[in-house]
């Protein structure tokens, strides 16, 4: 980056970061301070996030993150578009996990209009979200790994993660931007050749997690990076609003799976696993940890699924089938209202949140009786994780910084919207 | 009878300048990885071991723009971030290409919003449009494969009469 | 007795000159009171031993586009203890439209409420750094607004020069 003049940061940034108060004091460091800006351009922030650092020698004083450059608008255009329109962008809110996006999307509308997808598209949903889960897990390890030094890792888990994106093709034909999910089920059946992917998959993932953990845990650069290393207490994490395995690396046992069960979770076996450190450490640990469950997860679905419907038959709520559409006039007609105006829903507002791989992930819609959302307000995980970065960072050397965002694991396009 | 034979009996070879630098430029194109949003992580994955980016030379995605040939902005170009993309694409040197991954850095795709620059040829000149949400890393591949082409038949007297940029000017000091 | 059924009698008794309008729509309890005691009801929702509303989850804001009372500010917390999640409501007028900051009592608000401030202009008082969230700061339009075009007002943001 060029030298940073005035006109770079903004006065109120500068003022903000000014004006927050430290209680760290240093007998003999040099008296001048420092201002340092990091991103939006930067391999370790995890796309566009920008944080200001004031910094005295090399120990940061006050840091404040600056959003805003990925916000694309997603509430403005909800607006102006069907629910059946939206199910693409939410492809693209957390990108590294687009499944599960889908599926809390279409569970909040499904919430509106007070429908209940049929038992297979169920069970096909919580597969997907838990290989989303995977992938995302992934690529947070890796790149946490590859911020801190350990580039091998990040390959491995790339290798392993393109397994996964394998069956994606196969089941709905792009590799990670799916729009699998419908209002009222999924868009096509779970062919048989992807279940076998699926289950090749995880026969081998556990060697090859266990090889990468060997490599980390027992690397002492990778443990002393991240041991100690932003430390946040359980009562704190719950005051700045951590959710996900944030929250679960501080000691509080909150899994919205548990808590406020959605899909079949109730019925599913699986363990939500905490570490009460609340260290970069812990959070990484709770991330490999939740790989193994979602495995287990996904082989209890795999076990259970019952063949039948994977789109619920209402015709004036649910698009009708294609097959349908041809031969059949009604079918047509509804469809293409469903198409242009949308669904009706009742008049009211509605909070739906589910547990995705950053955290929860909440869809508030206010409905006035119309195919279009009145408004709708994403609460997203990476948002509120990212809050706590300024408190996490203080008092740290500068090159913990990138050892800190990447152990929080936001994902821009979702924090900025 | 290949290449060495020939050397072997004569002793040297008769090419253009331009084919010889052209030669040596297309088979080390370094990107810089302007990854902004999802087609960032179909960036990754070219990078990764299926795909392998190595093996066309441009395995070397450094993270700053001094070192690099070809832009890759792969992702949303919002107006606020559009100001980091041309500081960035200013600092590289010439010669440079730009690759404009995605529909949305192309035309701004899905985007029709208020905070969206729809195509980021409004404001950076753009060699490759690579169509797709996301495109494949297949597809990747294949731009920067028209970017070698393109590369290899640019003749070097066509850099000669690039304006300088202007000086930037430090407010202050 | 539910959770859910306590919490409006709970805040009846310790508010009784207020008016608590409750809707249960698909599940979800709803409550809308006045705007100025958001903070005290948000200080007994989080204090109160049993409910222990300890958690915020979000703070926005629903344009009505309508001339009186056009603003709705929508809180959601969650109690980690009773596994339950409640929405608070409360509405403001469209000129000045200003709140007393949750931020004493739920911090993680701060962010929230900047991202509402910037897509409404919604005030929020005593708010410990009021700024934008998303647009740059010398912008002058709120885009969540119902009268702001989806594509934005041509030239309200600027590109670098070509
Ligand atoms: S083109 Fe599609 S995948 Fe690529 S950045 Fe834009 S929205 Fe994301």
Redo the contacts with the bound molecule.
């Keep these: 980056m060029e030298k940073l003049t005035k006109d770079d940061v903004h006065p109120s940034i500068v003022k903000a970061l000014l004006d927050q108060e430290t209680n760290i004091t240093f007998e003999d460091a040099l008296e001048n301070e420092m201002i340092l800006n990091m991103g939006p351009q930067h391999p370790a922030t995890h796309g566009v996030l920008r944080v200001l650092l004031r910094l005295d020698g090399e120990t940061i004083v006050a840091a404040v993150p600056d959003l805003g450059y990925l916000h694309r608008g997603y509430e403005k255009m909800a607006e102006n578009m069907s629910f059946y329109e939206f199910i693409p962008h939410t492809d693209?809110l957390d990108?590294i996990s687009p499944p599960a996006n889908n599926t809390a999307f279409c569970l909040a509308v499904e919430k509106l209009y007070g429908i209940e997808a049929p038992l297979r598209a169920q069970y096909i949903r919580m597969i997907m979200t838990e290989l989303a889960r995977i992938t995302s897990h992934l690529v947070a390890v890796g790149s946490l790994a590859m911020d801190v030094g350990a580039l091998t890792v990040f390959l491995w888990c790339l290798r392993e993660r393109e397994k996964v994106l394998n069956s994606y093709d196969i089941i709905c034909g792009a590799r990670f931007?799916t729009s699998y999910t419908r209002i009222g089920g999924v868009a096509a059946d779970m062919p048989d050749e992807a279940i076998v992917i699926i289950k090749d998959f995880i026969a081998q993932f556990e060697e090859k997690l266990d090889e990468a953990e060997r490599l980390l845990n027992t690397n002492r650069i990778f443990v002393e990076r991240l041991e100690g290393v932003g430390v946040i207490s359980g009562e704190e994490a719950i005051n700045m609003g951590l959710t996900g395995p944030n929250l679960r690396g501080s000691g509080i046992d909150h899994d919205l799976r548990r808590a406020n069960p959605y899909m079949l979770y109730d019925q599913m076996d699986f363990k939500v696993p905490v570490y009460n450190e609340g260290d970069s450490l812990a959070r990484y640990f709770v991330r490999a940890d939740e790989l193994r469950e979602s495995c287990k997860i996904i082989l209890q679905c795999l076990d259970k699924m019952p063949k039948g419907e994977i789109m619920l038959n209402s015709p004036k709520k649910v698009l009708p089938r294609k097959t349908e559409i041809y031969t059949k006039m009604e079918e047509l007609i509804h469809d293409f209202m469903i198409v242009n105006f949308g669904v009706k829903p009742p008049v009211g507002d509605i909070y739906s949140a589910v547990e995705n791989p950053k955290g929860e992930l909440g869809f508030y819609i206010v409905s006035k009786g119309e195919g279009h959302p009145w408004k709708m307000k994403i609460r997203s995980p990476s948002f509120c994780n990212l809050q706590s970065l300024g408190g996490l960072i203080k008092g740290h050397m500068i090159s913990d910084v990138v050892a800190i965002i990447g152990s929080l694991d936001p994902v821009m396009g979702e924090a900025d919207k | 009878m290949g290449l060495e034979a020939k050397l072997m009996s004569d002793g040297f070879l008769t090419t253009t300048i331009d084919a010889l630098v052209g030669w040596a430029r297309e088979s080390s194109v370094w990107p810089m990885p302007m990854g902004?949003?999802?087609?960032g992580i179909?960036m990754m994955a070219v990078a990764g071991p299926k795909y392998d980016i190595a093996r066309f030379g441009s395995e070397v995605m450094r993270f700053t723009p001094r070192q690099c040939d070809v832009m890759l902005v792969?992702?949303?170009v919002t107006y606020k971030m559009s100001h980091v993309v041309k500081k960035i694409y200013d600092q590289m040197p010439d010669p440079k290409w730009v690759i404009a991954?995605?529909?949305?850095?192309s035309t701004g795709?899905?985007?029709r919003s208020y905070s969206v620059v729809q195509g980021i040829d409004h404001f950076l000149p753009v060699d490759i449009y690579l169509a797709?949400?996301?495109p494949r890393p297949d597809n990747l591949l294949n731009a920067l494969m028209l970017i070698q082409d393109k590369i290899k038949n640019t003749k070097a007297r066509e850099f000669q009469n690039i304006p300088l940029l202007e000086p930037v000017k430090v407010n202050g000091n | 007795m539910e959770i859910k059924d306590k919490i409006v009698p709970l805040l009846q008794e310790q508010f009784p000159e207020t008016n608590f309008e409750v809707t249960d729509f698909r599940g979800d309890l709803k409550i809308k009171f006045d705007a100025s005691l958001i903070v005290p009801v948000g200080n007994f929702l989080k204090q109160h031993d049993e409910l222990k509303f300890n958690m915020c989850e979000d703070v926005t804001a629903v344009d009505w586009a309508t001339k009186k009372k056009r603003f709705t500010i929508i809180y959601h917390i969650y109690s980690l203890e009773n596994k339950f999640r409640l929405r608070l409501a409360c509405d403001v007028e469209e000129n000045h439209p200003h709140i007393e900051s949750v931020v004493p009592v739920w911090k993680s608000a701060n962010w929230y409420e900047r991202e509402t401030y910037d897509m409404y202009g919604i005030k929020f008082d005593n708010h410990p750094d009021l700024r934008r969230m998303y647009m740059p700061e010398e912008y002058e339009y709120y885009p969540l607004r119902k009268e702001y075009p989806l594509m934005g007002i041509p030239g309200d943001l600027t590109l670098p020069k070509k």
């Excluded at chain 2, 902004?36 to 087609?39: E, F, N, T, V």
């Excluded at chain 2, 991954?101 to 850095?105: A, E, I, K, Q, S």
Aim: aromatic residues 10%; hydrophobic residues 25%; proline residues 5%.
């Design positions: 693209r990108y931007t | 902004i949003s999802c087609c179909e792969a992702g949303t991954m995605g529909v949305c850095t795709g899905m985007y797709g949400c996301p």
